[in-house]
């Protein structure tokens, strides 16, 4: 933006002791099926465990089965192909691309008419994947469901009085793209369980893994076409996201900024079962890196595991990725974001620097790892999972999703997906190179970001439990930093702005 024209941004008053209401089934049943289009992109993470089955390597990937029962291969380097890379990082790409596509649909028909077309885009690539008689159109179905993800959690509005000349103008960036799964579950849940209530997107998505990774135990087992069923598979939880496009409705919010109050007055009353929601709508109108996920099958087969038991490895992980995000589930509303963020980074490096140690001594490019160093690896990788999963899993959305006042929400949104797709992408094309090039010092390269990651957050993240999403304002204007940027309100009282300067 330039220049510093626009008006300031948000409420300039806090209210928040005057909001009313309770968790309704309606919250709830609208949350679950928000909330199912996280298993969407669970599963595609986890169903990438078809890389290692042998019927699938013979057929798509020969060079690469050869290679995993040659004796003599580096075993760091049995996996680097690039097109077996494309195969699961096309998605994302793909995904990223559609988001940006998808938007025009999202401003006219809203969240749900995105929601159908990815739910339809979905079921094909599915079909695709299932019945693909080549590599081309194994990727063909890839990017399909790359442009279902795209379109089922993609919602961008820009704000009021935005539009294509701002763009040309070089003052403003272009319909980019947001999850409208977090945003949508944050603007429906009340405050002060926003952040539970969100984390049902994480929750799917972890059951999306694990559902995915024990079909592909179970399918490994009907070879040579057992990966068919697990990639066709891939089109239930696309059936049940399409339901909810259908039954889910709109966020007061979306409504509000959509110029349609009175719609959005009816559905906030009935989430919050009261009429007594005045504050609560006076606010919302003035406000108008898993690699280690992704690759576990392959990565286990690179360590020595057989086929089989790296299934079953990556199972397990997928087992303890979904019962970590109940944890954090029940924890986030009482110890906060900062808390979980820290002490989960602080926990995955803690893990990533530990199998490195045990790779650099007991591993090498010739040998395989003992039964118990193998053993203590899948520990280790467990003990990483889970700390993923109560912490930088849930909380990488959760947190984005809740942090930007209404005018620039999807906006701000926008920038966080669009950053983690491409790094997605980036980390899923290169991963089985880097594994190739630095052995077991990759572990220590994802460390050395997670550590930055961590910093960051004791640094600079505020706390944001407890607080309405349409006075995040005020915890920006509270941070030691942050104050120093954010823009400043006419009217606003001195005292909202001059308050206490801690992280919280």
């Given amino acids: ?32 099926f928000a909330a199912i289009g996280g298993s969407i992109f669970g599963y595609d993470i986890g169903i990438s465990g078809v890389t290692s089955m042998d019927g ?32 699961t990082s096309s998605l994302y790409l793909a995904s990223l691309v559609a988001s940006l596509v998808a938007s025009p649909i999202t401003r006219k028909y809203g969240r749900r008419g995105s929601i159908l077309c990815g739910g339809t885009s979905f079921i094909i690539g599915a079909t695709l994947n299932a019945s693909a008689a080549n590599l081309s159109m194994l990727i063909l179905g890839r990017i399909m469901l790359g442009f279902g993800i795209g379109f089922g ?7 009021e009085g935005f539009n294509d000349d701002c763009f040309l103008e070089g003052n403003i960036l272009p319909q980019m793209i947001s999850w409208a799964v977090p945003l949508y579950l944050s603007e429906m849940a009340p405050f002060h369980l926003r952040g539970g209530l969100n984390m049902m997107f994480q929750l799917a998505t972890t059951l999306g893994i ?33 339901l909810g496009g259908i039954f889910v409705p709109e966020t007061p919010n979306s409504l509000v900024e959509r110029g349609k109050t009175e719609e959005g007055r009816k559905i906030l009353e009935k989430i919050r079962g009261t009429d007594n929601i005045h504050a609560e709508l006076q606010d919302i109108t003035d406000a108008s890196i898993n690699s ?21 490895s990556s199972a397990l992980t997928g087992a303890v990725l979904a019962s970590s995000t109940l944890v954090s589930i029940a924890t986030v509303d009482k110890w906060g974001r900062r808390t979980l963020l820290i002490g989960g980074g602080i926990q995955m490096i803690i893990c990533q620097v530990i199998v490195a140690v045990i790779l650099g001594v007991k591993f090498s490019s010739e040998t395989e ?7 203590l690896v899948v520990v280790v990788i467990c003990l990483f999972v889970a700390a993923f999963g109560w912490s930088w899993g849930p909380l990488g959305w959760t947190v984005p999703s809740e942090i930007f006042p209404l005018e620039i929400r999807s906006a701000g949104q926008s920038i966080t997906v669009a950053v983690n797709l491409f790094f997605t992408f980036v980390i899923g094309q290169s991963f089985l190179s880097l594994l190739c090039a630095f052995k077991f010092g990759i572990f220590l390269f994802f460390a050395g970001w997670i550590t930055v990651m961590t910093i960051f957050v004791y640094v600079f993240l505020p706390e944001t439990k407890g607080v309405p999403i349409e006075e995040m304002i005020f915890v920006w204007k509270k941070h030691w930093f942050w ?10 009282n001195e005292s909202d702005v001059t308050q206490s300067d801690s992280m919280e």
């Fill in 369 to 375: 790892l003992s039964k118990s160093f193998s053993v």
């Fill in 483 to 492: 104050k120093t940027i954010v823009p400043r309100y006419p009217d606003a």
């Fill in 210 to 242: 694990f559902s995915a990774n024990m079909i592909n135990y179970g399918t490994s087992k009907l070879e040579p076409w057992g990966w068919r069923l697990s990639l066709g598979l891939a089109a239930a939880p696309a059936l049940l996201m399409t």
């Fill in 1 to 32: 933006m330039a220049g510093g024209s626009l008006a300031p941004i948000g409420v300039s008053k806090e209210r928040a002791e005057q909001y009313q209401g309770k968790v309704t089934s309606y919250v709830i049943i609208s949350c679950i």
């Fill in 56 to 87: 699938f390597l013979q057929k798509f990937f020969p060079t690469v089965y050869k290679n995993t029962t040659h004796a003599h291969q580096n075993n760091y380097c049995k996996y680097n192909n690039q097109g077996l890379s494309a195969f």
């Fill in 292 to 312: 280690i996920l992704f690759y576990a099958p392959v990565l286990f087969q690179s360590m020595g595991f057989g086929g089989n038991a790296s299934l079953y």
């Fill in 153 to 159: 959690n993609q919602c961008i509005q820009l704000p």
